[in-house]
């Protein structure tokens, strides 16, 4: 299965009965496996869930830490974009250079690097001590 695919399929699965902006991610691990999430909302706004920290979360509780890429959707006039919180999320488990397509339910899409949704990510290396 492709990364639309499984991120296209499980965008229905989504929970925005506030917003009914459905979203849906899919990774794909360094090991090859694929992984999704979906936007959970939650009457507390902001306290929901987005598409791609589910999938993060999916991810690591399989045992894997790295994503080589990924791909996210939702009905939207233009391809959606992680949020910010999400953009340091997935730099976190993958490197700059990792593809993330963006995309619409009426078929745009837009690949970027890591790099493009993040320049100068805040990194492990900013916590390096200095003395």
Do not use: W
């Amino acid at each position: 299965m492709s990364l639309k695919d499984a991120a296209t399929a499980v965008r229905h699965n989504a929970y925005a009965p506030y917003s009914n902006f459905k979203v849906g991610a899919a990774l794909r691990s360094k090991g090859g496996a694929i992984y999704t999430g979906v936007n959970v909302e939650n009457v507390a706004y902001p306290e929901g869930t987005c598409a791609e920290a589910g999938a993060i979360a999916a991810m690591i509780a399989d045992g894997e830490t790295e994503i080589a890429e990924a791909f996210v959707i939702a009905d939207s006039p233009f391809p959606v974009s992680p949020c910010g919180g999400c953009r340091q999320k997935l730099a976190e488990f993958s490197g700059p250079e990792a593809k993330v397509t963006l995309a619409t339910t009426a078929g745009l899409e837009q690949t970027v690097t890591i790099a493009d949704l993040l320049p100068g990510a805040f990194t492990a290396a900013y916590m390096e001590p200095t003395e």
